[in-house]
């Protein structure tokens, strides 16, 4: 068992998905196969298949400052507003004591994309473009309009940067930094320059053209790549005496988390960086592999990676891996890259909450080279046994985390 020392309570949750903007309402609909990936075309590029997100930022912004805020930003602060409601703070006790790690791969996409387009045009930059594209602007903003005045920070770190931001802030809870800590990630990236970037790098999944849905197959064995998706998801993080004496009661508990880098390749996945830092993790939070009942896999559903990560596990399960429970939830609404961690770790603690483990979508032929565990395939399977469960985030640049988490 993870030790008390080391544990951090998950105190609330809030999200932005193209799965929807409520975390129950999201995660039924995860657990049915519901799939949000749609076909969206872009001016002069092949039509791809994406997972866009819809929020209404109105409650928190007016229509002028929305006018100078980016998306981005947006949906970064309805999520944090939603993770502080369910945490059942009106407000902080000490904003300098409230700390913001956040995690996002390409900011400001939708501002830098607008302003690339005008210069080509011969037209006029909007002024606001350096402070509304900047990587850490969505921090900002969420800084600005929550009143957080301790440390607020942003972490790029591709696929990893929000995961990587929920263990820096459960590093800075443990030390006695801040008493609170707002989590997670953002990422609003279809737009036309990325997407183009991305057709370019050939890793995106075509639109299935009998199913769009089902564009996105981890694991299976004819999967063609990932498909990108939007949205924004946060954990309201305190330490284990502080969240049993809060408002409401932890849905779970952060039990340890590692991060550690393949230095091996830019692109390709190594599954012995990956194995370390499953290790890592599973040592930090001071537990076995056969006490992981369910992971969340990194999954992206290409060819390379989802074999990579596969191997990984079975070399630190061992014998263990056929009773791991695996999926992946990318398939049901895309890749978040930077958001991805932070969305993803919270369908863990929810898994942890309800006894059940959501699906890999729209998968019915597991590749052999990702076989050898309890897949979940379809629709969520109940597990009401399940006390511990574990979050993978493997990045471009080598990148590596996992989050642990407990049974509240």
Known sequence: MGGTQQR?????MGLVSPLGNTVDGAWDRLLQGDSAVQRMGFEGLPDIAAARSTFDVTPFLGKLQQVGTERVSQMALVAARQAMADAGMEA??????????????????STMDQGYAALHAGARIPPLTVPAGMVNGAAAVIALRMGIRGPVLTYAVACASSAVAIAEAAHALRR??????????????????????????RTLAP???EDVGRSCRPFARGRSGLVLGEGAAFLVLRRAEDAQ???????????????????????????????ATLRAALAAARLA??????????????VAGDPVECEALRQVWGDAAPALGLSSTKAAHGHLLGAAGALE???????????????????ADVDPACEGFAHVLGQGARRPDLRHAISNSFAFGGTNATLVFGKA
């Open 8 to 12: 951090i309570g998950v105190a609330g």
């Open 92 to 109: 902080w006790e000490d904003p300098e004591r409230v700390g913001l790690y956040l995690g996002t791969g390409m900011g400001g996409a």
């Open 176 to 201: 006695g930094e801040v008493d609170v800590a707002l989590a997670g990630g953002v990422e609003a990236l279809l737009v036309r320059g990325t997407v183009a970037a991305w057709q370019a790098l």
């Open 207 to 209: 639109p299935d053209e």
């Open 245 to 275: 004496r809060a408002p409401v009661a932890p849905r779970a508990w952060l039990l340890g988390s590692a991060v550690r880098c393949d230095a091996a390749h830019l692109t390709n996945p190594d599954a012995h960086g990956q194995a």
């Open 289 to 302: 592999p056969t006490d992981i009942g369910y992971c969340n896999a990194h999954g992206t559903a290409t």
């Open 345 to 363: 770790a919270l369908w863990t603690v929810q898994a942890l909450r309800t006894g059940q483990m959501p699906p890999t979508q729209g998968v």
